[in-house]
């Protein structure tokens, strides 16, 4: 079993800064999938980010403005999301997949203003 808690969620001006973490709760190996999910209401959740063995991939929206990042020392993920807009207003969701099974933490409302 893993435990995944995130934080740095917040209330932000349109281009503002936020960063996310997830701390998970045992070690993860690096090869195995880390990465960010998002849920706006009324709308499907969606792949922000992901990481594995340091390839990072990003969803088309946010490339340029936002990047992953994972310190296996502390079994912690990062999202570092720069100029952010009202529509990057969601839920984020961390996400790892290991040893066969897939955890989710339980969420950070992240909200942009315009």
């Known amino acids: 079993q893993v435990q995944l808690v995130e934080s740095g969620g917040g209330l932000v001006q349109s281009g503002g800064s936020l960063r996310l973490s997830c701390a998970a709760s045992?070690?993860?190996?690096?090869?195995?999938?880390m990465g960010w999910y998002r849920q706006a209401p009324g709308k499907q959740r969606e792949l922000v980010a992901s990481?594995?063995?340091?390839?990072?991939t990003y969803t088309e929206s946010v490339k340029g403005r936002f990047t992953i990042s994972r310190d296996n020392a502390k079994n912690t993920v990062y999202l570092q999301m720069n100029s952010l807009k009202p529509e990057d207003t969601a839920v984020y969701y961390c996400?790892?997949?290991?040893?066969?099974?897939?955890?989710w933490g339980q969420g950070t409302q992240v909200t942009v203003s315009s």
């Open positions: 996400h790892a997949e290991t040893s066969g099974w897939v955890y």
């Open positions: 045992r070690s993860i190996p690096s090869s195995d999938v």
């Open positions: 990481i594995t063995s340091g390839a990072q």
